[in-house]
């Protein structure tokens, strides 16, 4: 609460003023989860890249079209940084493939959507697998 008297400057934002602006929003307790705590900072790097494409049900964006390219590109690493990084990903289940990337005439990437968020394709709630996720023991 601001002092008594206290008059907000005309050019003081609101802090409401951009709530609608597109945002990648991270939650603490997925920090404190095993899949996150072990994860090589491109892959936390790429999951936030990922996050922030996505921008709600009923937007358009169902799927994301990820390559190694496109990661090394986003996150400026190389292709087998930027493939380990999708390949971490999934396996720690913080992604899903939804359709497998295809060749032949016309190369297509891998379309992948994330668990944290219903499937908007299929209408499937979100599976949230990463926080099922366990550190394999030998």
Request: charge should be positive; aromatic fraction near 10%; glycine fraction near 8%.
């Amino acid at each position: 609460r601001p002092p008594a008297g206290f008059l907000r400057p005309a050019i003081m934002p609101k802090a409401t003023t951009y709530r609608d602006h597109a945002h990648a929003r991270v939650y603490l307790s997925w920090l404190n989860k095993p899949a996150w705590r072990t994860m090589s900072l491109a892959g936390r790097c790429l999951l936030i890249e990922m996050m922030a494409d996505y921008r709600g049900p009923g937007s358009g964006n169902r799927t994301f079209r990820w390559s190694c390219r496109r990661a090394a590109k986003a996150l400026g690493i190389s292709k087998t940084t930027g493939a380990r990084a999708l390949i971490e990903l999934e396996t720690r289940g913080w992604i899903v493939v939804v359709k497998v990337a295809g060749f032949g005439g016309r190369n297509k990437p891998a379309e992948y959507r994330l668990t944290m968020f219903p499937c908007d394709v299929s209408g499937e709630p979100a599976s949230r697998a990463f926080e099922r996720w366990e550190v394999q023991r030998n």
